[in-house]
């Protein structure tokens, strides 16, 4: 692999969002991009912990749920940190990968 971490990082995408199956090369490739964040995100699909609402997309974490939309996430690393969190990354494997839990339900309606 040469180029950028961005190239990398946006050919690890692109690869995933046409193949549409995290194989071992994909899950090394995240890691090594991720690191942590990577490892959480890959574990939480496999958990089958994202779970696409009627309305909104969610990741249930070790302690709390976080509601994901694009890039922006309800928790605070995203809010503090910026860039990715594990969830947001959870949530586009989730995607890409058609591997997340349908709910037929509006999530709003949970809050209440
Ligand atoms: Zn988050």
């Known amino acids: 692999m040469s180029g950028t971490p961005e190239q990398e990082e946006q050919d690890l995408w692109e690869t995933l ?3 549409h199956i995290l ?10 991009i ?20 009627l309305d909104f997309l969610v990741v249930v974490g070790t302690s ?5 939309e694009d890039v922006f996430c309800t928790c605070r690393a ?11 990354l959870a949530a ?4 890409a990968t058609g591997r997340f839990e349908e709910v037929d339900e509006w999530y709003i309606e949970s809050l209440k």
């Open 92 to 95: 586009r494997i989730a995607l």
């Open 17 to 19: 969002e046409r193949d």
């Open 78 to 88: 995203q809010v503090f940190h910026g860039g990715s969190c594990w969830h947001v």
């Open 34 to 53: 991720y690191g942590e964040r990577g490892r959480k995100a890959i574990l939480a699909v496999d958990k089958c912990r994202v779970k696409k609402y």
């Open 23 to 32: 194989s071992i090369d994909l899950q090394e490739e995240i890691l090594r």
């Open 64 to 68: 709390d749920e976080y509601v994901v």
